[in-house]
């Protein structure tokens, strides 16, 4: 059975909160999108200890603590301008489409 594409309602660099889990009210930066896996790498979110063997790169080993992947459907738009989460709606301008907040109706940043 192969893996099937999902839509992912967040892009790479977007702020995001997530809304269920251990890291409930937590903010970051999105670092990874898994289209493949509907999950998302965020920043400081799901920190999980992993144990490295001694590496060219790494020669000592040890425990490294590195942020793992989560459902997309557990995080949500964060808007700074109303400080909220939030859903977005896409308007069409003249420079073509455009990310909006539900909330307060102000233009997202592109994080294309």
Known sequence: MAAERQKIHVRKGDLVMVITGKDS???GKVLQ???KKGRVVVEKV???KRHTKPSQSMPQ???IEKEAPIASSNVMLYCSEC???TRLS???TEAGKVRVCKMCGVNL???K
């Open 25 to 27: 009210g937590k903010k």
């Open 33 to 35: 999108v898994l289209p």
């Open 46 to 48: 799901n920190v999980v």
């Open 61 to 63: 080993g040890g425990i």
């Open 83 to 85: 400080n909220s989460v």
């Open 90 to 92: 896409v308007k069409m």
């Open 109 to 111: 940043p592109d994080t």
